[in-house]
């Protein structure tokens, strides 16, 4: 048993009821039995059609839906319907609409549009979770409920009076008092020395920069503050059937949420993926937020929504080529995923997603887009046995949202060209082509069960995490631009890397980012003979003096011209810059800690390997065939194969192979 009480793994996707008539209705769940759907996602923006009028709820429509997909066996994820606020609601208090950072309020005509501190937007909300609960707490399809819709895709936050006023509440949680709140944001620089709460304000559109610890407070606001809609409607929801498991579905590597904490108000992870089919780099990109929604919560994970084909929303919306849809959804389910769910089940005729692709395409059953459907089914009842097993990893990569929040605070750092996102990929990619396992975790998890960690950066960095990276047993890599500030944004006395300084026995003189079209060469010492290979540096590069760290690698020409770039102090690693090639680190790190791939041998380009329990998923994203090394002799659950030695997987093809 997986996430619910559908046994298996979840096959389905987005139905929107409303949009088709019920003679459609019959059509649609016939054909989902036929392509083996066992779950799908109702009532996401149905607001309007459920509650027409305040306290005025029309539930019918839905129960006979819910009714129909029961009787064919089909489990139902009920959303709460709260994504979109109906228009008579907005009408009624355009004051819930949000306002931007310029002071414009947005009109109502999409979805989303909403204050996520207004009261009377929370409140509506959690009037019709209780309804909807109340009302469908015994229905049989019920499996899971889905709270609100994407948080943070379209309203991030809101610059409006009544979130001002929830903000300045917020910071009087936070600080306790103006001397406090003084004293963290630095008020001091620029004359912004507050004397009443009331003079406190988001960082709305200003002349100049604004203060970088105002704004880090505003981003953590902000993810708050759309918490705290989610966790209004959950706590009816388990006051009221609290034995149905509650999520939302999240997007993903978003910069916007914190979802740490947000993964820990829910009962299981969900995630909406849309790898984009164009992009060389999206079989890694996919793999890193996939591996981040088994790490949230170190549990099995959902994957709610993904493209059977073309998205609608990019500036050029690919097709995906044949294959690519099964491809990708059993990567999916390699990386943690107890299930495969599309947007959506039915193409719509009409709106802003009409040319998003749909499990059931607008040509009907005699097209390519269903025929891969109806596979994918069978390939996921084959995998059934798959649902609930685990993965479990020897290295780990360190994110923290606030760190990211202020490392790339606007028009405040000696350099913008520093992207987490970027730096996360280039020491994930070369870990995911070995086919080794990778969670993410908190700077302030334990990280004892890891042989490797890896700091990519913490730009933002508290005596006590560096207290327990510090108390970490194994091989620990530090990125560049890390321990620079403390929680409040300030620069932690003495300079970088301020309380990582014992920890990696140096400390930063000078940052010495490198301008754009520019190179810094860097020569790697790699063994007694002096012998040496040559990297190249990008982006950033640091001047360094050392306490009792020992040199890696230093510069070779330029301004640091024979300075260390790369360091070790025991067995604690630091890079003063952005490396290319960071094959060498990497190499000497994973051997001294005894970390392989899953498979013990090279894996060929374009082929990933991920081991989950007992079966070892090996999926080929190459134009070309590849033969793979086999760890072990086991059965194809895709095929029924018996496979031993090695095995040949065409392009766009995969293999699960139980041992």
Request: glycine fraction near 8%; charge should be negative; proline fraction near 7%.
């Amino acid at each position: 048993m997986g996430l619910t009480r559908v046994p298996g793994l979840l096959f389905g996707g987005d139905y929107n009821p409303e949009q088709w008539s019920e003679e459609v209705w019959n059509q649609d769940v016939r054909l989902m039995a036929e392509a083996g759907v066992n779950a799908v996602t109702v009532a996401v923006f149905s607001w309007s059609r459920l509650e027409t009028a305040p306290g005025v709820f029309d539930f019918g429509w839905l129960d006979r839906i819910l009714d129909l997909l029961h009787a064919h066996g089909i489990a139902v994820d009920l959303a709460t319907a709260t994504a979109t606020p109906p228009p008579w609601l907005v009408r009624r208090h355009p004051e819930l609409q949000p306002v931007d950072a310029a002071g414009t309020r947005l009109e109502f005509g999409s979805r989303q549009g909403y204050c996520p501190s207004s009261p009377v937007f929370r409140e509506a909300t959690v009037r019709l979770a209780r309804a909807m609960a109340e009302h469908y707490r015994d229905h049989p399809a019920l499996v899971m409920w889905h709270i609100g819709n994407e948080y943070g895709d379209h309203t991030v936050e809101c610059f409006c009076e009544e979130s001002a006023r929830d903000f300045r509440r917020w910071l009087q949680a936070r600080y306790g008092t103006l001397e406090g709140l003084n004293s963290a944001w630095g008020t001091s620089c620029w004359g912004q020395h507050y004397t009443e709460w009331t003079q406190l304000a988001p960082p709305r559109k200003a002349p100049g920069p604004v203060n970088p610890a105002q704004v880090l407070d505003w981003r953590r606001f902000s993810s708050d503050a759309l918490l705290a809609c989610f966790e209004a409607e959950r706590e009816v929801l388990k006051e009221v059937t609290p034995d149905i498991p509650v999520t939302t579905n999240f997007m993903s590597l978003l910069h916007h949420l914190d979802y740490w904490k947000w993964a820990a108000a829910e009962d299981f992870v969900s995630d909406d993926a849309y790898p984009d089919p164009a992009d060389p780099q999206a079989p890694v990109k996919a793999a890193l937020s996939y591996d981040l929604m088994r790490s949230l919560k170190q549990q099995p994970w959902l994957l709610l929504e993904s493209a059977p084909s073309a998205v609608s929303w990019r500036a050029v919306n690919v097709p995906k080529e044949p294959g690519v849809m099964r491809l990708h959804s059993l990567q999916a389910v390699a990386h943690g995923s107890d299930g495969v769910m599309f947007f959506q089940w039915r193409q719509a005729r009409y709106g802003p997603e009409k040319f998003h692709s749909a499990m059931l395409p607008h040509g009907g059953t005699d097209t390519r887009q269903w025929r891969e459907t109806l596979a994918l089914g069978a390939d996921v009842r084959r995998l059934a046995e798959v649902a609930g097993s685990t993965t479990r990893a020897e290295v780990a990569l360190l994110l923290d949202w606030e760190s990211w929040w202020g490392l790339e605070a606007p028009e405040s750092l000696p350099s913008d060209r520093l992207r987490l996102h970027g730096l996360l990929l280039s020491w994930y990619a070369p870990l995911h082509g070995r086919g080794i396992a990778v969670d993410l975790a908190p700077p302030d998890r334990d990280l004892s069960g890891y042989k490797v960690v890896i700091a990519p950066n913490l730009y933002l960095c508290t005596a006590e995490q560096a207290a327990n990276l510090a108390a970490f047993p194994g091989r620990l890599v530090v990125g560049p631009f890390s321990g620079v500030v403390d929680a409040a944004d300030q620069v932690h006395e003495g300079g970088a890397p301020g309380p990582l300084r014992e920890l990696l026995g140096l400390r930063v003189e000078e940052f010495w980012p490198i301008p754009d079209g520019r190179t810094q060469d860097v020569l790697a010492q790699d063994d007694p003979a002096r012998n040496s290979t040559r990297l190249t540096a990008r982006t950033w590069s640091e001047w360094l003096e050392l306490d009792d760290a020992h040199v890696l690698a230093r510069y070779r020409g330029g301004p640091l011209d024979g300075r260390p770039a790369v360091t070790r102090r025991g067995t604690v690693t630091y890079l003063g810059c952005l490396l290319d090639d960071l094959t060498p680190v990497l190499d000497e790190v994973l051997d001294a800690a005894g970390v392989t791939g899953v498979t013990g041998a090279k894996l060929p380009p374009g082929v990933e390997a991920c081991r989950r329990g007992d079966h070892l998923f090996l999926l080929n994203h190459g134009a070309a065939a590849a033969t793979v090394p086999l760890p072990a002799s086991g059965t194809d659950l895709l095929t029924g194969r018996r496979l031993h030695g090695s095995v040949v997987i065409a392009p766009r093809d995969a293999v699960v192979l139980k041992h």
